[in-house]
């Protein structure tokens, strides 16, 4: 097994001794008191925000855990008081739209200097699991200067790795058209994008695949079973997301959670209750801190997706940390009653292992009642699979709940919504207080 490419990329960058965790360690709390220094200076809300965190009252990474986290509703309610930089000298804006009720929009913005290092880290993350031979497919999006595919593809082609970036999945025809033209190995995209591409056209996948990263979402395990079952291709996940400056971390050949971009990024896990370190091994809300940001550096931004460190070494032999699988997000846990849970996560090991299905929708009606709109590309097996999911989900949680499955009439195969947006549990009672 290949030792994970990131150890030297951090080494590299970080001019620490070979396979010295404390001085990795050293390294990002020095990064770390910089970039406070330099957002107090610069930006409106942390000058306000770090106010009363004074000069020299910092002085190890356990005073750090102490500081106030950075709330993604801050961003939204004044996304130019974070910016560091002159308007000018913003290269990229991304506009996110959020679940806020006043339609108010996540933006986020970069430089020229904060793309390259993306753009870094993807050329070496991407050696993970390619080299100069492959031919990578790229389904996300990619039309923009600085978008994640148009940076995916410069580090591609500085490490001589051929690629295509197509968008996200529209036309199945078109796409399988160009795997056989362009003799396409390796895809990277949406995990239920891909998912759906390989049930519907496994033809070209069996025959030209061999391997595959999902990127953007978290990855169901009963997703990954499959891709591998049939097409016996390993899968790898990458973590990230666009506060991150897109890329976050990657798994190696152990495929078995990602190592980091310590250069760049300080990863914390925490208890979301009561916002205290969580030991590893122990589940808790990621927690980032970017060390080498110029437009807009974040200090303990809380993502609310839920994972955990690894409390062993990876098998690859590096000495990174481990970062499991992301195991889906906060909101996406839903309390029925007092401390039962329904999770998108658990449905979706249920549902997505029909492989008739094409997609679905969770709306939880009221406490009692969770419908699901499943879309089929074999309308025929609807009466089955609405049978096994209502029992087997009635059998699985530990609260009794009526499960209605309706046939999603609109969503044909060749239709694929167009959408990076993250599935969710719709909850009805929240959005009727919201009202
Ligand atoms: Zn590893």
Not at 322 to 351: M, Y
Request: aromatic share 10%; charged share 30%.
């Amino acid at each position: 097994m290949k030792k994970t490419p990131l150890e030297d990329w951090i080494v590299n960058r970080t001019r620490i001794s070979p396979g010295n965790q404390t001085e990795l360690a050293a390294y990002q709390f020095k990064k770390i008191l910089e970039t406070m220094d330099y957002v107090k200076k610069n930006s409106a809300f942390y000058k306000k925000h770090l106010d009363l965190i004074g000069e020299n009252t910092i002085s190890s990474l356990d005073d750090f855990k102490k500081i106030p986290f950075t709330y993604p509703e801050d961003i939204e309610k004044s996304p130019y008081s974070f910016l560091c930089v002159p308007q000018q000298k913003v290269d990229r804006i991304v506009t996110l739209n959020t679940s806020g009720t006043n339609g108010e929009k996540k933006r986020l913005f970069f430089t020229d200097k904060d793309l390259l290092l993306t753009v870094d880290f993807f050329n070496y993350g991407m050696r993970s699991l390619t080299d100069s031979t492959d031919r990578v497919l790229v389904l996300l999006p990619g039309n923009t200067y600085g978008s994640i595919g148009d940076l995916l593809k410069k580090a591609l082609t500085l490490s001589g790795v051929s690629s295509t970036v197509y968008g996200l999945l529209s036309n199945l025809d078109e796409v399988e058209k160009i795997i056989d033209e362009r003799d396409i190995n390796c895809i990277v995209g949406v995990p239920i994008q891909v998912l759906y591409f390989s049930r519907l056209k496994s033809d070209v996948f069996k025959r030209k695949i061999k391997k595959l990263l999902l990127s953007t979402d978290y990855v169901p395990e009963a997703m990954i079973n499959e891709l591998n079952r049939n097409f016996n291709c390993p899968v790898f996940t990458h973590y990230g997301m666009t506060e991150m400056g897109y890329g976050g971390g990657v798994e190696c050949e152990a495929l078995n959670g990602y190592h980091l971009r310590e250069a760049d990024l300080y990863v914390e896990i925490i208890n979301p209750y009561s916002g205290a370190p969580v030991e590893n091994g122990e589940v808790g809300e990621v927690v980032f801190t970017t060390l080498t940001r110029e437009a807009m550096p974040l200090i303990r931004y809380r993502t609310g997706d839920i994972a955990a460190f690894s409390d062993k070494p990876c098998p690859c032999g590096t000495f990174l940390r481990t970062l499991k699988r992301v195991e889906g997000r906060l909101e996406n846990r839903v309390e029925i009653s007092r401390g039962a849970f329904l999770e998108l996560k658990t449905l979706d090991e249920i549902i997505l292992q029909f492989e008739e299905i094409i997609d679905y929708q969770a709306v939880l009606k009221d406490s009692n009642t969770l419908e699901l709109e499943i879309a089929l590309y074999d309308e025929s097996s609807y009466p089955a699979v609405r049978r096994q999911i209502s029992t087997t989900i009635q059998e699985t949680f530990p609260f009794s709940l009526n499960v209605k499955v309706n046939k999603n009439q609109e969503k044909k195969p060749n239709q694929l919504v167009n959408s990076m947006l993250k599935r969710k549990i719709s909850d009805m009672r929240k959005e009727r207080r919201n009202e």
